[in-house]
């Protein structure tokens, strides 16, 4: 089974802070996904990355940047947050054909 | 730019009633995927649909495709209260091979006894 995990379930952030979300796989995917999921929004793509060190932009990137050092790690950075950017973040994997994605268990990050 | 649209967004139903879900995708696409988020949970994959007129089933909730009508179906058969939670459907951005999907906005299913 392939597992994904996230490194906080609940976030408390203020206005302007540097908050990193981290995410783990374990079953050695070469994609991983952020998304955020906003009530009558359904999930939107923030960033993609489909190697170590390899990005790209999603459909909604602006306030957000992030990293993938290693493999299996893929961390979302948001710069300055803000209170807009309070929502549930997923982190998903997939591992190719079909394009199944696998998701975390998801941060819920509030920014006062 | 690839638009999914489901349709009802809430849904209540009363147990032992049938239903469907229905999902509308404006280009073209090959696949398309099926996911319950049960609340404050993350989302779990319940149907892969790879080809136009592919059938999944899987106890009481049957998903097809017909990628002709740029269209899937979730059928509800005999609901139970287990089955309430949100439905995603989500779509392939293209047919080359493109990792991305784009989602649906969910169809929140109440079950009532």
């Known amino acids: 089974d392939v597992k994904v995990t996230q490194s906080s379930r609940y976030l408390v952030k203020r206005t302007g802070e540097k908050v990193f979300l981290e995410c783990v796989q374990d079953?050695?995917?070469?994609?991983m996904f952020w998304y955020r999921q906003d009530p009558g929004l359904g999930l939107r793509l923030i960033y993609f990355?489909?190697?170590?060190?390899?990005?790209e932009k999603g459909d909604i990137p602006e306030g957000y940047s992030v990293s993938r050092e290693k493999k299996e790690r893929f961390s979302l950075i948001l710069e300055s947050a803000s209170t807009n950017q309070t929502s549930m973040y997923l982190c998903?994997?997939?591992?190719?054909?079909?394009?199944?994605?696998?998701f975390g268990p998801g941060t819920r990050l509030t920014v006062t | 730019e690839l638009k999914v649209e489901q349709n009802p967004l809430f849904l209540s139903m009363q147990e032992g009633k049938n239903y469907t879900i229905y999902c509308n995708y404006s280009t073209t696409s090959d696949r398309l995927y099926w996911y319950r988020q049960d609340p404050g949970k993350s989302l779990e994959s319940l149907f892969v649909l790879l080809s136009n007129g592919a059938v999944k089933q899987e106890g009481r909730l049957m998903a097809s495709l017909d990628t002709k009508a740029r269209l899937s179906t979730l059928h509800i058969t005999a609901a139970v209260h287990d089955l309430s939670a949100t439905y995603f459907c989500?779509?392939?951005?293209?047919?080359?091979?493109?990792?991305?999907?784009?989602f649906g906005t969910g169809t929140r299913l109440t079950i009532i006894p």
């Open positions: 989500a779509v392939e951005r293209s047919n080359f091979g493109n990792e991305k999907l784009t």
């Open positions: 998903a994997t997939n591992r190719g054909l079909p394009y199944e994605q696998y």
């Open positions: 079953m050695d995917h070469e994609n």
């Open positions: 990355s489909y190697d170590v060190k390899m990005k």
